[in-house]
């Protein structure tokens, strides 16, 4: 019911866009993959990240992720038109960038080896089958949750508590990709990067103009 209710408060505007998210950045994350697939690929580790623990716990974080970018782009996507269009626009400017990176720049990195057997130890061996060291800069994990908080914080009306917890929440999920070792601090810093800079470009007229005619035509197409 309470999953019902959010998606009942998306606009018409919003609902087909906020669908060509998710298809936009799968194509873009799985579609680099397969491409760069037996390409050379660089490691950006430094030595901070040589230094940095190896936390399994912290995978509750790195998965709780999931949950925090849905809620937060189901509230974003439901503010008034023009502020729902520029964090949905910004979100695709930043993966379009990140495909150029991912198939100009490939990155790897090296995981340990996870000789434990506790029940995060468990969870981490499965997210590393699960998901290859590839693609790694700029951090999807880290400009996705940077973005959720930047269009949390200027949605109008959204309470105080809210907006420090969307920040806390971001910050939490850029230190657990550290110590999950999912990434190094390249990666994070240039996810941050890129959601700042993609949420600024969307809010210049002759960017979200074009991108508002866009989601327009398709809501349009739809009914």
Request: charged residues 15%.
């Given at each position: 019911?309470?999953?019902?209710?959010?998606?009942?408060?998306?606009?018409?505007?919003?609902?087909?866009?906020?669908?060509?998210?998710?298809?936009?950045?799968?194509?873009?994350?799985?579609?680099?993959?397969?491409?760069?697939?037996?390409?050379?690929?660089?490691?950006?580790?430094?030595?901070?990240?040589?230094?940095?623990?190896?936390?399994?716990?912290?995978?509750?974080?790195?998965?709780?992720?999931?949950?925090?970018?849905?809620?937060?782009?189901?509230?974003?996507?439901?503010?008034?038109?023009?502020?729902?269009?520029?964090?949905?626009?910004?979100?695709?400017?930043?993966?379009?960038?990140?495909?150029?990176?991912?198939?100009?720049?490939?990155?790897?990195?090296?995981?340990?080896?996870?000789?434990?057997?506790?029940?995060?130890?468990?969870?981490?061996?499965?997210?590393?089958?699960?998901?290859?060291?590839?693609?790694?800069?700029?951090?999807?994990?880290?400009?996705?949750?940077?973005?959720?908080?930047?269009?949390?914080?200027?949605?109008?009306?959204?309470?105080?508590?809210?907006?420090?917890?969307a920040f806390c929440m971001a910050v939490a999920i850029f230190?657990?990709?550290?110590?999950?070792?999912?990434?190094?601090?390249?990666?994070?810093?240039?996810?941050?990067?890129?959601?700042?800079?993609?949420?600024?470009?969307a809010n210049k007229d002759p960017v979200l103009s074009r991108?508002?005619?866009?989601?327009?035509?398709?809501?349009?197409?739809?009914?």
């Amino acid at each position: 019911m309470k999953l019902r209710f959010w998606l009942s408060a998306i606009p018409d505007y919003a609902r087909l866009p906020l669908v060509f998210v998710v298809i936009w950045n799968q194509a873009v994350y799985c579609g680099s993959k397969l491409l760069a697939a037996g390409w050379s690929h660089y490691d950006l580790t430094t030595a901070f990240d040589r230094a940095t623990p190896f936390l399994p716990w912290t995978v509750s974080v790195y998965l709780a992720s999931c949950v925090f970018w849905v809620l937060c782009y189901i509230y974003c996507a439901s503010q008034e038109k023009r502020q729902a269009y520029r964090f949905l626009c910004a979100d695709f400017l930043a993966k379009a960038v990140c495909l150029v990176f991912f198939l100009l720049l490939p990155t790897t990195n090296v995981r340990p080896a996870i000789e434990e057997s506790s029940l995060w130890c468990v969870f981490m061996r499965i997210l590393y089958q699960m998901d290859s060291p590839t693609n790694l800069f700029p951090s999807i994990h880290c400009l996705v949750s940077w973005l959720c908080f930047l269009g949390v914080r200027d949605a109008p009306r959204t309470p105080k508590a809210f907006r420090y917890g969307a920040f806390c929440m971001a910050v939490a999920i850029f230190l657990s990709t550290l110590t999950t070792k999912q990434h190094v601090v390249v990666d994070v810093l240039g996810g941050v990067l890129l959601a700042q800079i993609s949420y600024w470009a969307a809010n210049k007229d002759p960017v979200l103009s074009r991108y508002s005619r866009l989601a327009d035509c398709l809501s349009q197409r739809r009914r």
